[in-house]
């Protein structure tokens, strides 16, 4: 079973079955674990593919966690060890990306609520 990042109270996981034979051993588990964040990324751009919400650079997806999280400019600036500048010139970008005018609005349309 692998476990991938959920909303809370939900929870998403991977079934893996074997069939006759022998069980998964230890380095089957290890490349899952190494897989895990690569899966999950993956389904989170699924997720947003299905959303139709326009792709966001790492970059801009990490600074736009940010500020969900309630951070202002100049802490996520210290953070990504950037400018204030270019946190504020990320966000122009996000916001014309994701078609948008507020950080608010940039949030919710890049991270909405997941289905109950």
Known sequence: MLCLSAPPGRSRRLLFFRGPGPDFDERDRLLLALLRPHLNELYQELQLRRRDV???TTRQQQLLQLVARGYGNSEIARELVVSTATVRKHL???????YVTSRTAAVARAFP???L
Do not use: C, K, S
């Open 54 to 56: 326009p792709a966001l």
């Open 92 to 98: 122009e970008n996000i916001f014309q990306r994701l």
């Open 113 to 115: 609520p997941g289905p």
